[in-house]
């Protein structure tokens, strides 16, 4: 089935910016809703952002908006998180995730990634 590979994590200092990227296999991708979520130690998976399967329409957490930017690229079976102006509430697990129906609550996820780790220090 499908697999999500997450990459570009990191650390990065309170105001910085990182873009993660996520490869899906199969030849359907673009019949998917993308998106993230993300986990902070002792807290629960929240949403963070989605986008359609061609790319046209998105949706953000409120924690996000005017910060964050989610995209794709079907050609290449990838989706990509833009993160600007970080903050250390920002610190958490992030995770890839397809789904065929574009669900937000985290157990009706179809798909997830293996997750890549951000850390924002002060």
């Known amino acids: 089935q499908v697999q999500l590979v997450e990459s570009g994590g990191g650390l990065v200092q309170t105001g910085g910016s990182l873009r993660l990227s996520c490869a899906a296999s199969?030849?359907?991708?673009?019949?998917?809703?993308m998106g993230w979520f993300r986990q902070a130690p002792g807290k629960e998976r929240e949403f963070v952002a989605v986008?359609?399967?061609?790319?046209?329409?998105?949706r953000y957490a409120n924690p996000v908006k005017g910060r964050f930017t989610i995209s794709r690229n079907n050609a290449k079976n990838t989706v990509y998180l833009q993160m600007n102006s970080l903050k250390p509430e920002d610190t958490a697990v992030y995770y890839c995730?397809?789904?065929?129906?574009?669900?937000?609550?985290?157990?009706?996820?179809?798909?997830w990634g293996q997750g890549t780790q951000v850390t924002v220090s002060s």
């Open positions: 199969g030849r359907t991708f673009s019949s998917y809703y």
């Open positions: 986008v359609s399967p061609r790319g046209g329409g998105t």
């Open positions: 995730v397809a789904d065929y129906r574009g669900e937000e609550a985290d157990t009706l996820i179809d798909y």
